[in-house]
């Protein structure tokens, strides 16, 4: 994973996308995990991801 968040970023892209979903996971709990997904297009329709990165929410109940 550490290779893939040092990808060189190229200069030639037309499209820069930056998008969450959540997606509930179980590890001890089922705790719901933003996922941030960083998504470009080239100039001739490429898509390439770029980065991906979870967190984990908490929440707001007790």
Do not use: W
Request: glycine share 2%; aromatic share 12%; proline share 2%.
């Amino acid at each position: 994973m550490q290779t893939f968040h040092q990808l060189i970023i190229k200069k030639n892209y037309v499209f820069l996308f930056l998008n969450t979903t959540y997606l509930p996971l179980r590890r001890y709990t089922v705790q719901k995990e933003a996922v941030y997904i960083t998504l470009r297009i080239t100039v001739v329709g490429i898509k390439e991801i770029l980065d991906l990165l979870m967190k984990v929410l908490k929440s707001c109940r007790k």
